[in-house]
């Protein structure tokens, strides 16, 4: 019995590379250049000083940032679990601290994935972008006190709409600064919609999805987690959005900051929605955000999200030269480090600007050939200018699923082979793949000896049906677990190898126990339009329970002078603002501050009727019978397997 159970615990242990692992390293040592160490000086140019392994705790004592656990890349030689090409931008991801840019800019890298920009200016300092976590910005700004002087904030910059760019405002300002808006906060025009979409309306599965992309619950080690290419990893803590006071509109928009001028370009649709890019004369610096990093970007990310225009993000790139090209003599970016002299810079913008248009152009050459989205990903290739190029590796993004996001931009998820267009569903599929094949164990003894072979891409297309149809099948689960672990080994894609052993990690040991999503803080309530909200609103209706149910409901909000009429018909939830309705169900009338304690559970609707804070005409049950129709989404629900739990 003791046998049996030592054989099973060795089985879900992660495993040794192999050799068809081992010899994919060895060419990649053989044909990079990994004899140029340049990257690593300037990763460190400029240092002034850190905190103990970047460390970073909450109030409560909970740590949301250290690069401790992370001790074990201090080793040059990459072990045989971590392509050698991650191994080197793992390391080279490692330096935290201030770092001065140039006399006047100073960068906190380190403390979280993105970096946080900080420039003076007369009278004060101009922060860009807050990091993610409102305890990593508050430990960022007393690093820079500690070394730079206590200057006051006088303006916030948000260069686009991820939260690791403005999670952490409020560790930034203060609640006077915040309430006052004396304290401009910069932002791209649509900042708000686009920040809403992506990251609220969209957030519950793009975070179960964005723990593949990220791996934020895989072990640290060269077994594990190693990196996320744009940084180390998302940080922890808590985080709120704030709404910006000044968009900026137009390339070619300038504003002049506490003495200090600020041209800027728009980038939209490039990294993200809503971008921008600046270069601050003073100090002949220039910041292209997060469209000129370290490594070939995403076009599609893992976790999810509109796909981006290559195409468009290649002509910033190249606008951009054209706007300072020859007056920056250091480009800074809101991650890794930066480059500093005209030439080089000039180069880097060049290769950075030509991958993505390379890369756009050659899909749709081959996409006008007939090729499909695979098919491109398997023909493509990077000329060898551009590939032997260490800042537009596949760290983050990757040619290979990069083209199959440019694909899907212009035509979409369907390949035109009708075979395709009506597929079953895993789960069946699965079963009938299973039955063709002569049943679990005969697919098992195929899958085995390609796997010996390193077939791993193959075997695991194949395991997968077998898991869908049988996720209880302990033998093939395990199988895929080893074969994704290899996939991880070989990647020199951070997000790739995330995924596939975060996936193997859930087929060996089921999904983690996670505590209940948290309510959404009311500081980022505050933020959102009312339209905004119930557009969040919305998207939980269930409605196969909605069916046949017309609820009509009058909203007036007291503090912002807002009036509109909230309307359940046909199975979808729908407003119209400026307007009351005569045959209202019932009607609400509070403070619009209100109604966001409420949904941050800091209160509920009895209670604040109760206390005279709601007049309420009509039936007011009608809200308690439309709130029963809103589905409470799981933090955690399945991927590499069939769910569990059938949705109602």
Avoid at 74 to 95: G, H, I, K, Y
Avoid at 98 to 127: C, H, K, W
Avoid at 542 to 554: D, M, R
Wanted: aromatic share 8%; proline share 5%; glycine share 8%.
């Amino acid at each position: 019995m003791s046998e049996t159970v030592t054989v099973a615990n060795e089985a879900i242990e992660p495993k040794d590379a192999s050799a068809s692992v081992l010899a994919r390293h060895k060419t990649v040592l053989d044909e990079l250049p990994f004899s140029d160490t340049s990257d690593f000086d300037d990763a460190a140019r400029g240092f002034l000083g850190s905190i103990d392994h970047a460390a970073i705790s909450s109030a409560q004592g909970r740590t949301v940032w250290s690069l401790e656990p992370y001790g074990f890349l201090r080793d040059e030689v990459a072990p045989a679990t971590v392509d050698p090409s991650l191994w080197r931008q793992s390391r080279l991801n490692m330096q935290h601290g201030l770092f001065e840019v140039v006399p006047g800019v100073y960068q906190v890298r380190g403390f979280d994935i993105a970096n946080m920009t900080l420039i003076e200016s007369d009278n004060g300092v101009i922060v860009v972008d807050t990091l993610t976590s409102i305890e990593g910005a508050r430990a960022a700004m007393q690093l820079y006190v500690r070394h730079r002087g206590d200057r006051p904030v006088v303006a916030v910059i948000f260069t686009h709409t991820h939260a690791d760019h403005w999670g952490g405002a409020r560790g930034v300002l203060d609640e006077d600064a915040i309430a006052s808006g004396r304290i401009p906060i910069i932002a791209p025009d649509l900042f708000m919609e686009h920040a809403v979409s992506e990251n609220i309306i969209a957030g519950p599965a793009m975070l179960r999805r964005a723990q593949y992309q990220f791996g934020p619950l895989l072990a640290k080690g060269p077994r594990g987690h190693v990196d996320c290419g744009l940084g180390k990893t998302m940080a922890a803590g808590t985080a709120a959005l704030l709404r910006p006071t000044d968009l900026i509109k137009a390339t070619g928009d300038t504003r002049r900051l506490d003495g200090v001028d600020f041209e800027f370009q728009m980038a939209p649709n490039s990294e993200a929605p809503a971008e921008m890019h600046f270069f601050v004369p003073r100090y002949k610096l220039l910041n292209l955000a997060e469209n000129c990093t370290h490594n070939f970007h995403n076009l599609l990310p893992f976790r999810g999200a509109d796909v981006r225009d290559a195409l468009a993000w290649s002509g910033y790139l190249g606008e951009a030269l054209q706007l300072w090209g020859g007056k920056a003599e250091v480009m800074c970016g809101q991650h890794h480090w930066p480059v500093w002299g005209m030439k080089r810079i000039d180069l880097m913008i060049r290769q950075q600007r030509d991958i993505y248009k390379f890369a756009h152009d050659q899909t749709l050459r081959l996409m006008n050939h007939g090729l499909n989205a695979a098919e491109i990903a398997e023909t493509i290739r990077l000329p060898k200018s551009l590939d032997g190029a260490w800042h537009a590796r596949g760290y983050y993004g990757h040619i290979r699923h990069n083209v199959k996001a440019i694909y899907q931009k212009y035509l979409g998820w369907y390949d035109a082979n009708p075979a395709n267009l009506d597929p079953l569903p895993p789960v069946d599929a699965g079963k009938k793949y299973v039955e063709y094949m002569g049943g679990a164990d005969a697919l098992l003894a195929k899958a085995r000896a390609d796997f010996e072979r390193g077939e791993f891409r193959f075997v695991a297309q194949v395991l997968s049906h077998l898991v869908f149809a049988d996720p209880d099948n302990q033998d093939g689960r395990l199988l895929l677990a080893d074969t994704f672990e290899q996939l991880g080994y070989q990647s020199e894609s951070s997000t790739w190898r995330n995924a596939y052993l975060f996936g193997a990690q859930e087929l060996r040991h089921g999904m983690p126990k996670m505590p209940t999503r948290p309510g959404m803080p009311r500081e980022t309530l505050s933020a959102l339009k009312t339209s905004q909200i119930w557009d969040v609103l919305g998207v939980r209706l269930n409605g196969p329970k909605a069916e046949g149910k017309t609820i009509v409901l009058n909203w007036q909000f007291t503090d912002t002078g807002e009036t509109c009429v909230l309307t359940l018909e046909n199975c979808a939830l729908t407003y119209v603002a400026g307007t009351q309705s005569a045959a209202a169900d019932a009607g609400f009338v509070l403070p619009r501050s209100l109604l966001d304690e409420v949904i941050a559970k800091q209160t509920s609707f009895p209670e604040a009727v109760i206390a005279g804070k709601i007049k309420v005409s009509g039936n007011p049950m009608k809200l308690a019978e439309l709130m029963g129709l809103m589905d409470e989404f799981p933090r955690m629900f399945e991927i590499v397997e069939p769910r569990r739990n059938p949705i109602s």
